[in-house]
């Protein structure tokens, strides 16, 4: 397996994540979203200290966006999406055995899981899934233009091209597309606008099978997205090789920039950077750089802080009913009543409504 190095800043090879280039494009242009992002800055610093032993489900819509049958992924692919996010979301992933020692005891199962939408937001049945066809063969993608996700965001998140949110405060909305550029995903930040919020997946780093690519193919891309969603930063902070920054989180060391590649982690453990000796980057983790073969754990700080959102600006999907089937059994019986009644009615017959606890049958 190839030896793992460090990216630089000015390379656009390897993975692509656009979500501060989207933070920082809001925080420039929209005085509610700074408010915002303070404020929320500020509450996840206190809100972290408390556990949490319930496990919370999070409704997903995924709207496929597509010019041609390869980009209309199968069904197939988008659950082994939604399997990736469950397996690595609540530490199932085999390859948790690869977690250097000294950084094992940080890793963790965050009691978070993902599943299709079951209720539209009509409250009618649906698949968790919308698939639209779109004009374009590609979403245009410039790394080194500070608008582009915006651009991204006017044409993938609205029905000219792409497709509008579901609402935000029920469902996760991951949009699947075909991205030029190399980047392979993005996602916005707690504290955004409704129109735009939720995750962007190029369809080449979606799940596996169908159109995703190696070294992307582990459903990865949508991980480190989904928790930039739940309000995790890049673990090395941003700061261009600097030291300075952080990711507010004190188990991740403080790392100089991304890691990149894939490594057999025996081998490249310790990677020293910023004198975070002697155990050095926590490069494995999922909000890393690294390969989806390499990225393999969440830390206990991270779940502080992505609790921290679900309590806060992210609580309303715990609280979605969109997970629920619309045909439950209860419903069918109260249809098969009905169906006696409309028929008693059309024979003309005499029917004595009676109560049964909820309404009158």
Same mark, same amino acid.
């Given at each position: 397996?190839?030896?793992?190095?460090?990216?630089?800043?000015?390379?656009?090879?390897?993975?692509?994540?656009?979500?501060?280039?989207?933070?920082?494009?809001? &925080?420039?242009?929209?005085?509610?979203?700074?408010?915002?992002?303070?404020?929320?800055?500020?509450?996840?610093?206190?809100?972290?200290?408390?556990?949490?032993?319930?496990?919370?489900?999070?409704?997903?819509?995924?709207?496929?966006?597509?010019?041609?049958?390869?980009?209309?992924? /199968?069904?197939?692919?988008?659950?082994?999406?939604?399997?990736?996010?469950?397996?690595?979301?609540?530490?199932?992933?085999?390859?948790?055995?690869?977690?250097?020692?000294?950084?094992?005891?940080?890793?963790?199962?965050?009691?978070?899981?993902?599943?299709?939408?079951?209720?539209?937001?009509?409250?009618?049945?649906?698949?968790?899934?919308?698939?639209?066809?779109?004009?374009?063969?590609?979403?245009?993608?410039?790394?080194?233009?500070?608008?582009?996700?915006?651009?991204?965001?006017?044409?993938?998140?609205?029905?000219?091209? @792409?497709?509008?949110?579901?609402?935000?405060?029920?469902?996760?909305?991951?949009?699947?597309?075909?991205?030029?550029?190399?980047?392979?995903?993005?996602?916005?930040?707690?504290?955004?606008?409704?129109? %735009?919020? @939720?995750?962007?997946?190029?369809?080449?780093?979606?799940? /596996?099978?169908?159109?995703?690519?190696?070294?992307f193919d582990l459903g990865r891309t949508a991980v480190h997205e989904v928790g930039h969603f739940l309000d995790l930063l890049h673990i090395w902070g941003d700061d261009n090789g600097g030291c300075l920054g952080s990711d507010n989180i004190s188990d991740t060391p403080n790392q100089a920039g991304p890691n990149s590649g894939s490594s057999i982690t025996n081998e490249s453990f310790p990677l020293i950077s910023c004198n975070n000796g002697p155990n050095g980057d926590m490069f494995m983790n999922?909000?890393?750089?690294?390969?989806?073969? %390499?990225?393999?754990?969440?830390?206990?700080?991270?779940?502080?802080?992505?609790?921290? &959102?679900?309590?806060?600006?992210?609580?309303?999907?715990?609280?979605?009913?969109?997970?629920?089937?619309? &045909?439950?059994?209860?419903?069918?019986?109260?249809?098969?009543?009905?169906?006696?009644?409309?028929?008693?009615?059309?024979?003309?017959?005499?029917?004595?409504?009676?109560?049964?606890?909820?309404?009158?049958?």
């Amino acid at each position: 397996m190839a030896r793992k190095t460090k990216s630089k800043a000015t390379t656009i090879e390897g993975r692509q994540c656009a979500a501060m280039q989207q933070h920082n494009y809001l &925080a420039q242009t929209d005085e509610t979203y700074r408010t915002n992002r303070r404020r929320i800055e500020a509450l996840s610093s206190l809100a972290r200290t408390q556990p949490r032993t319930d496990i919370i489900r999070i409704p997903v819509v995924v709207h496929v966006l597509f010019n041609d049958d390869a980009d209309n992924i /199968s069904r197939e692919q988008i659950d082994s999406q939604i399997d990736a996010l469950n397996r690595d979301f609540r530490a199932r992933n085999a390859d948790r055995v690869d977690i250097p020692d000294a950084f094992k005891m940080f890793a963790v199962d965050t009691l978070i899981e993902f599943g299709l939408a079951k209720r539209d937001p009509e409250h009618l049945e649906t698949s968790g899934i919308t698939r639209t066809w779109t004009s374009k063969t590609e979403f245009p993608y410039d790394p080194f233009d500070n608008n582009a996700t915006a651009q991204l965001d006017s044409l993938i998140k609205h029905d000219e091209f @792409g497709k509008a949110a579901w609402p935000r405060d029920r469902y996760l909305n991951i949009w699947v597309c075909k991205i030029e550029g190399g980047l392979l995903g993005y996602a916005q930040f707690p504290g955004g606008p409704a129109a %735009t919020d @939720g995750v962007v997946i190029n369809n080449t780093a979606f799940g /596996s099978g169908g159109t995703a690519l190696a070294p992307f193919d582990l459903g990865r891309t949508a991980v480190h997205e989904v928790g930039h969603f739940l309000d995790l930063l890049h673990i090395w902070g941003d700061d261009n090789g600097g030291c300075l920054g952080s990711d507010n989180i004190s188990d991740t060391p403080n790392q100089a920039g991304p890691n990149s590649g894939s490594s057999i982690t025996n081998e490249s453990f310790p990677l020293i950077s910023c004198n975070n000796g002697p155990n050095g980057d926590m490069f494995m983790n999922y909000m890393d750089y690294v390969n989806d073969d %390499t990225m393999v754990m969440f830390s206990a700080g991270q779940l502080e802080r992505m609790n921290a &959102a679900l309590a806060g600006p992210r609580k309303a999907l715990s609280e979605s009913d969109a997970l629920e089937s619309v &045909a439950t059994e209860e419903f069918l019986l109260a249809g098969a009543n009905m169906d006696v009644i409309d028929r008693h009615a059309e024979a003309g017959d005499e029917i004595e409504m009676r109560f049964d606890g909820v309404g009158w049958v």
